[in-house]
């Protein structure tokens, strides 16, 4: 097949579409990693201990496209499954069947969801920046806290046999991190998105 130099240029155009396409997710799962690397905090009480995971996990959701943040996402939880120790501690394919894995797993559809439920940013006014940046808490808020501690504590007391409630309470030393990580993750975003 001979290749005309139409066709050369709509392959190289594809070619940089999906270059530009990919930096973004594989940019936010590095940074995911780098989350967890830069250290955990043990919390008494549960075996998953507090890291940036989902910090970068928020900002993924508020910055990307839903394609784009998902994409992030699982890339990140592929080199863990791969055996790549990017999981908190320097785990790999063992944090995915552990007492963290769903939470690990519901950075999927929470960063997909925090995505979809962010809406277009607005910064035109201050009144508008100040409710777009209270539209991605909420998102944040919505889908990398509530919909990752659904699967995560869900997930956990199905893993080690503990109630679920008492999975959940043991759980509540992440609520004011997280908190603030989502307040963080908005005003950041949604100074991002200022033109």
């Given at each position: 097949?001979?290749?005309?130099?139409?066709?050369?240029?709509?392959?190289?155009?594809?070619?940089?579409?999906?270059?530009?396409?990919?930096?973004?997710?594989?940019?936010?799962?590095?940074?995911?990693?780098?989350?967890?690397?830069?250290?955990?905090?043990?919390?008494?009480?549960?075996?998953?201990?507090?890291?940036?995971?989902?910090?970068?996990?928020?900002?993924?959701?508020?910055?990307?496209?839903?394609?784009?943040?998902?994409?992030?996402?699982?890339?990140?939880?592929?080199?863990?499954?791969?055996?790549?120790p990017v999981f908190a501690g320097g785990a790999s394919t063992m944090?995915?069947?552990?007492?963290?894995?769903?939470?690990?797993?519901?950075?999927?559809?929470?960063?997909?969801?925090?995505?979809?439920?962010?809406?277009?940013?607005?910064?035109?006014?201050?009144?508008?920046?100040?409710?777009?940046?209270?539209?991605?808490?909420?998102?944040?808020?919505?889908?990398?806290?509530?919909?990752?501690?659904?699967?995560?504590?869900?997930?956990?007391?199905?893993?080690?046999?503990?109630?679920?409630?008492?999975?959940?309470?043991?759980?509540?030393?992440?609520?004011?991190?997280?908190?603030?990580?989502?307040?963080?993750?908005?005003?950041?975003?949604?100074?991002?998105?200022?033109?």
């Amino acid at each position: 097949m001979h290749l005309t130099s139409a066709r050369f240029a709509t392959l190289l155009a594809f070619a940089r579409r999906g270059l530009i396409a990919a930096w973004k997710p594989v940019l936010f799962a590095a940074l995911l990693w780098m989350a967890t690397a830069a250290g955990a905090v043990p919390i008494p009480g549960t075996p998953v201990p507090i890291t940036l995971q989902t910090f970068v996990v928020m900002l993924a959701g508020l910055m990307l496209p839903w394609r784009q943040a998902g994409a992030a996402v699982a890339t990140y939880l592929a080199a863990g499954a791969l055996g790549l120790p990017v999981f908190a501690g320097g785990a790999s394919t063992m944090a995915l069947v552990g007492p963290s894995a769903g939470f690990l797993i519901g950075f999927l559809p929470g960063v997909i969801l925090t995505a979809l439920l962010r809406g277009q940013a607005r910064t035109d006014s201050p009144i508008s920046a100040a409710l777009t940046a209270g539209r991605y808490l909420l998102a944040a808020v919505i889908g990398c806290v509530v919909v990752v501690y659904v699967f995560g504590i869900g997930a956990q007391s199905l893993l080690t046999g503990v109630d679920p409630l008492a999975v959940a309470l043991a759980s509540t030393g992440f609520i004011a991190g997280d908190a603030v990580k989502a307040c963080v993750a908005a005003a950041f975003a949604a100074g991002l998105m200022r033109r």
